[in-house]
């Protein structure tokens, strides 16, 4: 019994000075300069840090977000539809699917997709 303990002693004391030794000499401790980039991050690090995201990255943003949540939605209603009454399973897919569809005609009307000015 005393044997085992010990194994386990020295077994876990190695691997905490392994994981030690890992961390200390990881290189996520290193500042990357990718990571700071404008591309990873919406904005100029190095600028002022009280200047306003641009409206159009938000909306972006905010596109994004909704077609995210739409992807949510939709797939499991696929699954439903062999345990529900069809007339009301297509007219509840209908209508959801005709309301994201008036709302990407709202977006494409008003310039929002354009990804460039």
């Known amino acids: 019994m005393m044997l085992i303990m010990m194994q386990t002693t ?3 004391t190695l691997l905490t000075m392994m994981m030690s030794m890992m961390i200390a000499i990881s290189k996520k401790k290193l500042m990357d300069t990718q990571k700071a980039s404008p591309f990873e ?3 100029n690090p190095m600028s ?3 200047l306003p995201l641009s409206i159009h990255f938000f909306m ?3 596109i994004f977000l909704i077609f ?3 992807i949510i939605i939709i797939i499991p209603t696929v699954t439903t539809m062999k345990y529900t009454m069809i007339k009301y ?5 209908f209508t959801f699917i005709m309301i994201l569809i008036m709302g990407l005609y709202y977006e494409w ?3 929002l997709i354009n990804w460039a000015n």
């Open 10 to 12: 020295m077994i876990l």
């Open 109 to 111: 009307y008003n310039g």
């Open 41 to 43: 991050c919406g904005f």
């Open 68 to 70: 995210d949540i739409e």
């Open 48 to 50: 002022n840090k009280r």
């Open 60 to 62: 972006i943003a905010i």
């Open 89 to 93: 399973w297509a007219i509840a897919s």
